[in-house]
């Protein structure tokens, strides 16, 4: 069964500093209480800053800079190789034939924790994790949980934990933005690889287009393409190009590094782009409208934490976080850039719907089929 789990803030606390204000007969005393406790406090986050954890990490086509969701997991692993001094190493995978490969590569040296990102390695990973019982195996956008083989239901083994996002969510809240935004009404979206998982993005999206469009009475068109994997950056950027031409001025991509050519073509035709996984704001600041976050950074960054500082790591299992889970995902920060101040303001109305149960965003097909007819 699926286990949502909250998010905490992550804390930084220094040596706590004890001010003593006795008199002169017990003052070397406190002196040396004071020194003892800031050196105990400097013993302390020294051992913090000694951890021998090793933690690798396999990532997913697009590689470790695709300025989305691969990129975000590497930076949630060297903020903890900060803070914790934990060994970290990676591999990057060109193609879906070097999961296996790349995983193994990794186990060859000798990783407490492996981290991989991308539902395509589904299958790998799952393997990787039944003969490695020793290794602790975390997976970001798979539910290991869910995985079957040959029509039947594999048990989990103990070492692997699922960490999934609701990204229809923050897409529901993008498209809202969309839908109140265009002037030609007229949006688009490109996806990367047809897949349930991007399924949930497209359809979230669709979804929050069409609660703007019934809000302001006015009909508006989305185009939905997908690239077919998510490292083309080229072929994504001659798919929202020719949605531009054919009069849309909003697209939202899906599609990892072949994203990026999304954003280019926005640039080059004066257009809005929205952003996924990371704020992609810097990559084209006057053209990137918003961008629907999913923060794999601060929920990797909380794991590696649980296992430095608790030895906690619970396996078998799938945690998945929405917008009730601060901080988990939701719309960039940079957001207010570009989005006009009362459109915010309407977004944040309608994420208190999402997160109260009063708008349930569809992620399939079925379920916003489902959506669009109750709007009626």
């Known amino acids: 069964m699926k286990k949502k789990t909250s998010l905490t803030a992550i804390i930084l606390a220094g040596a706590l500093l004890l001010v003593g204000c006795g008199g002169p007969k017990d003052g070397g005393n406190k002196k040396n209480e004071k020194a003892n406790e800031k050196a105990a406090g400097q013993e302390q986050k ?6 021998e954890l090793k933690i690798g ?9 695709d300025q989305s969701f691969n990129q975000g997991v590497w930076e949630g692993i060297k903020k903890a190789e900060a803070d914790f ?6 591999v990057e995978s060109k193609t879906a034939d070097e999961y296996a490969q790349n995983l193994e590569t990794i186990a060859d040296q000798n990783p407490d924790v492996v981290i991989a990102a991308g539902f395509k390695m589904a299958d790998d990973v799952f393997a990787f994790a039944q003969n490695n019982p020793e290794i602790k195996v975390a997976v970001v956008d798979v539910d290991p949980t869910a995985m079957v083989k040959d029509g039947k239901p594999l048990t989990a083994p103990n ?3 699922g960490l999934m996002f609701k990204a229809n969510e923050p897409s529901f809240l993008v498209g809202y933005i969309a839908g109140l935004t265009t002037e030609t009404n007229k949006v688009g979206f490109v996806g990367g690889q047809e897949s349930p998982l991007i399924s949930a993005f497209d359809y979230g999206y669709r979804a929050g287009v069409a609660y703007a469009a019934h809000e302001k009475g006015t009909p508006v068109e989305c185009s939905v393409q997908y690239v077919g994997n998510f490292s083309e950056a080229q072929k994504g950027k001659s798919i929202a190009n020719t949605m531009f031409q054919n009069g849309a001025d909003i697209v939202y991509h899906a599609a990892g590094g072949a994203g990026d050519g999304v954003i280019n073509a926005a640039q080059e035709q004066g257009k809005w782009a929205i952003g996924v996984d990371r704020d992609q704001n810097s990559l084209a600041p006057d053209n990137v409208l918003t961008s629907a976050m999913k923060n794999a950074n601060v929920v990797v960054y909380n794991l590696i934490k649980d296992i430095v ?14 917008l009730k889970d601060e901080g988990a995902v939701g719309i960039a920060p940079t957001s207010d850039k570009n989005v006009k101040p009362e459109v ?14 009063e708008i349930v965003v569809p992620d399939s097909e079925e379920t916003f089929n489902q959506f669009q007819a109750g709007l009626k």
């Open 46 to 51: 020294g051992e913090a800053a000694k951890s």
């Open 57 to 65: 990490f396999v990532t997913d086509e697009g590689g470790i800079n």
């Open 85 to 90: 001094g934990v060994t970290t190493t990676f």
């Open 159 to 161: 070492n692997i934990l």
């Open 309 to 322: 500082e608790k030895d906690n790591f619970e396996g078998g299992k799938t945690n998945v976080y929405g």
């Open 344 to 357: 915010l303001e309407k977004t944040k109305e309608i994420e208190k719907k999402i997160i109260d149960g």
